[in-house]
């Protein structure tokens, strides 16, 4: 079965600084992979999603994620935090041969200091 | 167009008694999807719709959840006798198309039910 594992419950950047949100899955057979992000209050959005083709996704927000295979990852960047993207994010993966469900990780919360 | 709703927002229950969660997904949308959140967990696939038939119900926990979406349009779950460990928070999503295996439809989530059995 497939797992996704994502390092770090909390994570917390200055704003201006590097956001790296490391995700690893695993899989026998290639996945689609997807990141979502929780707003207070509000429910899951896409931020981006890979299914094939271009290994590095751009995403909403300024969010990109980049797929490696060999390495069974596919970590979210944004190369400079703002105050709004406090919120907890999910990595997402779905098996092709599995149905259309979706398999979280545990959730990364990200904290903003000004 | 209005998102994925979902209602109550919160419920909070004692042991043994029954809740029922709603959710409305985007008007349109064939897939209809339950997900669960134990607190300090990931969130788990329960089920998923395809009109009124269901798909897929193999996280379903046991068989006091029960799930229905008469007529294809919204669906509910049900809760009967809830216990402590159904606490959670509870999301639905849609996705567009019928689709096959392995649908690169994108699932729009609603902002969930928080349950609390006290």
């Known amino acids: 079965a497939q797992s996704v594992t994502q390092l770090g419950s909390h994570v917390s950047v200055s704003e201006g600084a590097l956001v790296l949100l490391r995700c690893n899955y695993s899989?026998?057979?290639?996945?689609?992979l997807f990141w979502y992000v929780q707003y207070p209050n509000q429910g899951l959005q896409l931020l981006l999603k890979y299914t094939t083709g271009a290994t590095l996704v751009k995403g909403i927000n300024g969010f990109e994620a980049e797929f490696k295979k060999s390495e069974t990852s596919f970590h979210l960047t944004k190369p400079s935090a703002h105050m709004s993207d406090a919120a907890e994010y999910f990595c997402a993966v779905r098996i092709k041969a599995a149905g259309n469900k979706l398999t979280f990780g545990g959730g990364t919360r990200v904290l903003v200091k000004p | 167009e209005a998102g994925v709703t979902q209602f109550p927002s919160h419920s909070v229950i004692e042991k043994g008694q029954t809740v029922t969660l709603r959710c409305d997904p985007i008007s349109g949308h064939d897939n209809l999807y339950w997900y669960r959140r134990v607190m300090g967990k990931e969130i788990k696939f329960l089920l998923h719709f395809v009109k009124e038939s269901k798909q897929d119900e193999s996280g379903m926990p046991n068989n006091r959840f029960l799930a229905e979406r008469t007529g294809g349009t919204y669906s509910t779950l049900k809760v009967q006798p809830a216990e402590l460990e159904d606490s959670g928070v509870y999301f639905c999503?849609?996705?567009?198309?019928?689709?096959?295996?392995?649908?690169?439809?994108?699932?729009?989530f609603g902002p969930g039910t928080r349950l609390t059995v006290l």
């Open positions: 899989s026998s057979v290639p996945p689609y």
């Open positions: 999503a849609s996705s567009q198309r019928m689709g096959g295996q392995g649908s690169t439809d994108t699932q729009y």
